[in-house]
């Protein structure tokens, strides 16, 4: 879908938006402004500037962040940005527009607010009003690398995890930084800010190397923790096979879930390199459970390393109730990873229900 849009329209919407009062205010003496895409300097032969108190911004930033093609028309004086989905056709203003697109040395300026109506990104001045300061939004893409790494891995800030793009609430691609080398991984994931990713950098198969281990969240709720592992070996950048924690309990663990009178009894059978059994009678449970189900497992699963051991917890939960954890101890195997010991910890307070002797 084309779309014309009088830039001078464009920032009187915006106006109203809540737009940062800084950018849109008269400037006696201003000092030169350069510009920012996500924390790093861009275009710094091409400044920001006042005319009539709206600050213009070179219209090719947008090239910094977002996926979009510019097409500037000479003789129609037009500037066609599409990004896949529309295209906007920026018309450069005469005398009767409020706030006309601008043509300078040969390069077009569009409003500063106008990034957000085109983008989805935020701008804001600093305090200085020396740096414009453009955040690509959560609606926009961005195809730069984060100054800021997503994660450093614990005790060594040689290793670092930034996102390759990011698409709207969604990061495509990750890229992986061990001691100044890089390498891009197509793993996705969304945009979870309250929970990064992790990164732990540990020799955990025990070949005198280290691995760079990569935890992603990919979901969170009431009763809900989803986390995605990978394990590289930066020498060579391969990702190494590591069953997940589904994967490990599935082929490891059996439960079931039978009534006797008003109690539950919760059996669960855990194979590894030490097998054993555990089993729970639960009083006062068994009016809101079906028998013959087995317990849920998995809902809650975290992945972590300690003293170079890749570790995961994973939930044990019957309907309504969250019973206890799983605990999985990885070793080196095969090629990669694999299971070595299952342990079952009841939670506090049905740990007095742990039947004796079973």
Same mark, same amino acid.
């Given at each position: 879908?084309?779309?014309?849009?009088?830039?001078?329209?464009?920032?009187?919407?915006?106006?109203?938006?809540?737009?940062?009062?800084?950018?849109?205010?008269?400037?006696?003496?201003?000092?030169?402004?350069?510009?920012?895409?996500?924390?790093? =300097?861009?275009?710094?032969?091409?400044?920001?500037?006042?005319?009539?108190?709206?600050?213009?911004? /070179?219209?090719?930033?947008?090239?910094?962040?977002?996926?979009?093609?510019?097409?500037?028309?000479?003789?129609?004086?037009?500037?066609?940005? @599409?990004?896949?989905?529309?295209?906007?056709?920026?018309? @450069?203003?005469?005398?009767?527009?409020?706030?006309?697109?601008?043509?300078?040395?040969?390069?077009? #300026?569009?409003?500063?607010?106008?990034?957000?109506?085109?983008?989805?990104?935020?701008?804001?001045?600093? @305090?200085?009003?020396?740096?414009?300061?453009?955040? =690509?939004?959560?609606?926009?893409?961005?195809?730069?690398?984060?100054?800021?790494?997503?994660?450093?891995?614990?005790?060594?800030?040689?290793?670092?995890?930034?996102?390759?793009?990011?698409?709207? *609430? @969604? #990061?495509?691609?990750?890229?992986?930084?061990?001691?100044? *080398?890089?390498?891009?991984?197509?793993?996705?994931?969304?945009?979870? /800010?309250?929970?990064?990713?992790?990164?732990?950098?540990?020799?955990?198969?025990?070949?005198?190397?280290?691995?760079?281990?990569?935890?992603?969240?990919?979901?969170?709720?009431?009763?809900?923790?989803?986390?995605?592992?990978?394990?590289?070996?930066?020498?060579?950048?391969?990702?190494?096979?590591? /069953?997940?924690?589904?994967?490990?309990?599935?082929?490891?663990?059996?439960?079931?879930?039978?009534?006797?009178?008003?109690?539950?009894?919760?059996?669960?059978?855990?194979?590894?390199?030490?097998?054993?059994?555990?089993?729970?009678?639960?009083?006062?449970?068994?009016?809101?459970?079906?028998?013959?189900?087995?317990? *849920?497992?998995?809902?809650?699963?975290? #992945?972590?390393?300690? =003293?170079?051991?890749?570790?995961?917890?994973?939930?044990?939960?019957?309907?309504?109730?969250?019973?206890?954890?799983?605990?999985?101890?990885?070793? /080196?195997?095969?090629?990669?990873?694999?299971?070595?010991?299952?342990?079952?910890?009841?939670?506090?307070?049905?740990?007095?229900?742990?039947?004796?002797?079973?």
């Amino acid at each position: 879908m084309n779309k014309f849009i009088a830039i001078g329209a464009l920032a009187l919407s915006l106006a109203g938006c809540g737009a940062p009062a800084s950018i849109d205010k008269t400037q006696s003496t201003t000092p030169t402004i350069n510009l920012e895409v996500d924390g790093q =300097s861009v275009l710094t032969s091409l400044h920001p500037f006042y005319s009539s108190n709206i600050l213009y911004v /070179p219209a090719r930033v947008l090239l910094e962040y977002y996926r979009c093609e510019l097409k500037w028309n000479n003789s129609l004086k037009t500037l066609t940005l @599409t990004d896949g989905n529309n295209t906007n056709i920026l018309l @450069t203003g005469n005398e009767d527009m409020e706030t006309p697109a601008i043509l300078r040395n040969g390069h077009l #300026y569009i409003p500063a607010d106008s990034l957000n109506s085109l983008s989805g990104a935020e701008v804001q001045l600093n @305090t200085a009003n020396t740096v414009l300061m453009v955040t =690509s939004g959560s609606v926009s893409t961005t195809v730069r690398v984060p100054r800021e790494p997503l994660a450093l891995a614990e005790g060594n800030n040689k290793v670092k995890l930034y996102a390759a793009l990011k698409e709207g *609430e @969604t #990061y495509k691609g990750y890229i992986l930084e061990v001691n100044g *080398e890089r390498h891009t991984f197509p793993w996705q994931g969304p945009r979870l /800010p309250t929970n990064p990713p992790q990164l732990y950098y540990a020799d955990i198969d025990k070949d005198g190397q280290s691995e760079a281990i990569v935890v992603l969240t990919n979901g969170t709720g009431t009763g809900i923790v989803a986390q995605e592992l990978h394990v590289i070996k930066p020498q060579q950048w391969q990702e190494i096979t590591v /069953p997940s924690a589904e994967q490990a309990v599935a082929a490891n663990v059996t439960t079931s879930v039978t009534k006797n009178k008003d109690d539950l009894l919760l059996k669960l059978e855990l194979k590894g390199s030490t097998p054993s059994s555990v089993s729970l009678r639960l009083p006062g449970l068994a009016e809101d459970v079906d028998g013959g189900q087995q317990a *849920e497992i998995g809902a809650v699963t975290y #992945y972590n390393v300690e =003293s170079g051991t890749l570790k995961a917890e994973t939930s044990v939960d019957i309907s309504f109730w969250s019973i206890g954890n799983l605990t999985l101890v990885y070793k /080196p195997g095969g090629k990669g990873m694999e299971l070595e010991t299952l342990e079952f910890a009841p939670n506090e307070e049905y740990a007095a229900y742990v039947q004796p002797g079973k």
